[in-house]
């Protein structure tokens, strides 16, 4: 039986169907897709600015990493070393932002002395070039070098013959493109382990408020004598533990030195704690970062030790014995 169709029900089958309903709603899809795919490049570039200015203001007012170049602060600091510096133990000044933004000045915002004994990150009086020395004198005091041992307000302080340190012969470290201990040579042994060492002479310094450290002292040069020279008020004079290998304040600037005492404003920070070190033997190959570690030196605080018993005489602090006294 065929099926019976009116007129209407046969014109309405032989239309073709409409999609008219649903055009606009692919193309109102189509929009939303290609507006959620478009990046807001202003949104973008202002978190990356914001992100920039935090880690800047983080690196300017509170603690910075620093890589050490050079010998000067050996035995405490070798190079390839990295540090954490904090940057409010002495307030803030224009020496402590980051790359050195602000304009040089006498100012500073909640200022405080360094300590003896404090290893600070001052600023070269002429160059912006942050070094990395220790402070030996405050303001007010006169210190005097006479054949490389300090006289610190007419008094020669405290310095004991330690057995010399034993540092690592790393014929990759580089200073300059020549070995960074190139002037060490003449102390190069061969331990009981096989491997070769330099063993420099050795001494153990300490200040009047018993802060104590060991320094290097190796050979006869113009620096081991200065003075004697009144700190003014305001500065700290500083010194490199490597005494024969430091350009510091004993040193003019133009010399590469400090040219005296240094402006506690001219001061960005103080040393606080390695927190790994290389020893030059590391290459582009990620292998090769772990074999270059130097795990011993990881974490070492960078703060000198301060003794405990005290100068029944004179109220300071008095070092302690050579068998007690840790190595630095």
């Known amino acids: 039986m065929s099926n ?66 050079s010998t000067s602060m050996m035995p405490a600091l070798y190079v390839g070393d990295r540090l954490i510096v904090s940057k409010y133990p002495y307030g803030w000044s224009w020496a402590s932002a980051s790359f050195h933004l602000l304009p040089r000045g006498d100012w ?36 005097e070098v006479r054949d490389g041992r300090i ?7 405290t310095r004991e013959v330690m057995p010399p340190v034993r540092i690592p012969f790393e014929p990759e470290l580089l200073c300059n493109g020549a070995p960074c201990l190139l002037n060490f040579e003449a102390y190069r042994v061969r ?22 450290y060991l320094v290097i002292d190796h050979r006869r040069q113009t620096l081991d004598n200065f003075g004697p020279y009144e700190v003014p008020a305001g500065h700290a004079f500083v010194m490199g533990d490597n005494r024969d290998e430091s350009a510091d304040s004993r040193a003019p600037a133009e010399a590469r030195g400090l040219g005296g005492a ?4 001219n001061i960005g920070g103080r040393a606080e704690f390695i927190t790994f070190s290389l020893d030059g033997s590391a290459s582009w190959n990620p292998l090769s970062w772990f074999s270059a570690l130097r795990g011993e030196r990881a974490w070492t605080t960078l703060r000198p030790m301060v003794t405990d018993e005290m100068y029944p ?15 630095q």
Not at 59 to 68: C, D, M, N, Q
Not at 262 to 265: C, G, I, N, T, W
């Open 4 to 69: 019976l169709q009116t007129p209407a029900t046969r014109q309405n089958l032989n239309e073709p169907h409409s999609n008219d309903g649903a055009q606009p709603l692919q193309a109102k899809g189509a929009e939303e897709g290609e507006s959620e795919s478009r990046v807001d490049w202003f949104a973008e570039f202002r978190g990356l600015a914001l992100m920039l200015l935090a880690v800047l203001a983080f690196h300017s007012l509170v603690a910075k990493p620093f890589y050490i170049p």
């Open 151 to 157: 006289i610190l307000n007419g008094e020669q302080i």
């Open 191 to 212: 331990g009981e382990d096989g491997q070769q060492y330099f063993e420099p002479p050795t001494y153990r310094e300490t200040l009047p408020n018993g802060a104590s």
């Open 108 to 143: 500073r915002v909640l200022g405080s002395t360094p300590e003896y004994g404090d290893i600070v990150i001052p600023v070269h009086p002429i160059r912006d070039e942050d070094y990395i020395k220790r402070v030996v004198a405050l303001p007010d005091d006169t210190i």
């Open 313 to 327: 005489d004179r109220g300071e602090r008095a070092p302690q014995s050579e068998a007690t006294a840790p190595a």
């Open 262 to 265: 240094v402006p506690l404003e």
